[in-house]
T-cell receptor, first 114, second 111 residues
Framework: GAGVSQSPRYKVAKRGQDVALRCDPI?????LFWYQQALGQGPEFLTY????????KSGLPSDRFFAERPEGSVSTLKIQRTQQEDSAVYLC????????????FGPGTRLTVT | EDKVVQSPLSLVVHEGDTVTLNCSYE??????LLWYKQEKKAPTFLFML????IEKKSGRLSSILDKKELFSILNITATQTGDSAIYLC???????????FGQGTRLTINP
């Protein structure tokens, strides 16, 4: 595809609801990253996949956060029992090979928990 | 703990001015320093720096890395209103492709 796409672009959830955020990386990109960007802050790392393998999930803030990439392309970030502090923009990024640092970002999903 | 600190956090200048944005970093097994521009959507890549003292240029933008003092600067000359954005600096360490981002500098260019 032309770039990294994410859906939905905006999501409003009531506290306690579960949400699922989708990321379609650039076709053929091996590695995929999820970041959380709170208002007025820089992105913070959540988790990282190389193909279908989740190699680093050290940034996931709690066990309510879960990510998967079962076929090594599309990834889903799931947040269970959302809380107000989960309100943020969730950014997905991909890179073509394991050795590159230049990450291509999607437009993000803005999650608002009310 | 790895960290990246940017300054200033906010900067307002007039069109035509030159600005310098600062980024200091502490990243384990440091490999690369990246600059991104973020408007209302996806951060877009500007520069990646891996070697000290070598300036990278793209039009009115330039950047340089000092690996001894652990900082980088991003210069924008002859600023235009379209340069208004948040500029993010990020560090990458060897063996870990994840990036550690700074808080960003919000740059506003007034006509």
């Amino acid at each position: 595809g032309a770039g990294v796409s994410q859906s939905p672009r905006y999501k409003v959830a009531k506290r306690g609801q579960d949400v699922a955020l989708r990321c379609d990386p650039i076709s053929g990109h091996v590695s995929l990253f999820w970041y959380q960007q709170a208002l007025g802050q820089g992105p913070e790392f959540l988790t990282y996949f190389q193909n279908e393998a989740q190699l680093d999930k050290s940034g996931l803030p709690s066990d309510r956060f879960f990510a998967e990439r079962p076929e090594g392309s599309v990834s889903t970030l799931k947040i269970q029992r959302t809380q107000q502090e989960d309100s943020a923009v969730y950014l997905c990024a991909s890179i073509p090979t394991g050795g590159s640092y230049e990450q291509y970002f999607g437009p993000g999903t803005r999650l608002t928990v009310t | 703990e790895d960290k990246v600190v940017q300054s200033p956090l906010s900067l307002v200048v007039h069109e035509g001015d030159t600005v310098t944005l600062n980024c200091s970093y502490e990243v384990t097994n440091f490999r690369s320093l990246l600059w991104y521009k973020q408007e209302k959507k996806a951060p877009t890549f500007l520069f990646m720096l891996t070697s000290s003292g070598i300036e990278k240029k793209s039009g009115r933008l330039s950047s340089i890395l000092d690996k001894k003092e652990l900082f980088s600067i991003l210069n924008i000359t002859a600023t235009q209103t379209g340069d208004s954005a948040i500029y993010l600096c990020a560090g990458g360490g060897q063996g870990a492709q994840k990036l550690v981002f700074g808080q960003g500098t919000r740059l506003t260019i007034n006509p």
